[in-house]
């Protein structure tokens, strides 16, 4: 089931520091900041050889990172995305082994346009889990 890596989310306060973090000490190239109002975010999207990294900064009052930032107040890594190529069939399977798809339980469009859903931390080593159709 489990596929390529997709991304490595990093939540950040400040996404213009973050942003010159990545691209003046690593010399990152960065997508501009783009607001994702369904989403609760602003990401920054830096393309690396073999996978993706996103800074996400929150947006508006309801973001779903914002309670991750009150106990993470300088930022740390949020969640990883993996691909898997027919999300539909990996969400019952994970349901048949007792894994729990946060919110209504079914995919959703993410960031990229593609279906996603998350999995419970407790689930998965205390890691939030993305998993996002290939
Ligand atoms: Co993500």
């Given at each position: 089931m489990i596929g390529r890596l997709n991304h490595v989310a990093i939540a950040v306060p400040d996404l213009t520091a973050a942003s010159a973090t990545y691209r003046d000490m690593l010399g990152a190239v960065l997508s501009d900041a783009v607001p994702q109002p369904d989403h609760g975010v602003t990401t920054v999207f830096i393309e690396l050889p073999n996978t993706k990294i996103e800074l996400l900064e929150p947006l508006g009052?309801?973001?779903?990172i914002a309670k991750f930032l009150e106990r993470n107040p300088n930022g740390g890594i949020h969640h990883i995305c993996y691909e898997v190529d027919d999300i539909g069939a990996a969400a019952r399977s994970l349901v048949e082994k007792g894994a729990r798809i946060l919110g209504d339980g079914t995919p959703k469009i993410g960031a990229h346009g593609k279906p996603v859903l998350f999995l419970h931390p407790k689930d998965f080593c205390g890691t939030l889990v993305e998993l996002e159709q290939a």
């Amino acid at each position: 089931m489990i596929g390529r890596l997709n991304h490595v989310a990093i939540a950040v306060p400040d996404l213009t520091a973050a942003s010159a973090t990545y691209r003046d000490m690593l010399g990152a190239v960065l997508s501009d900041a783009v607001p994702q109002p369904d989403h609760g975010v602003t990401t920054v999207f830096i393309e690396l050889p073999n996978t993706k990294i996103e800074l996400l900064e929150p947006l508006g009052a309801e973001s779903p990172i914002a309670k991750f930032l009150e106990r993470n107040p300088n930022g740390g890594i949020h969640h990883i995305c993996y691909e898997v190529d027919d999300i539909g069939a990996a969400a019952r399977s994970l349901v048949e082994k007792g894994a729990r798809i946060l919110g209504d339980g079914t995919p959703k469009i993410g960031a990229h346009g593609k279906p996603v859903l998350f999995l419970h931390p407790k689930d998965f080593c205390g890691t939030l889990v993305e998993l996002e159709q290939a």
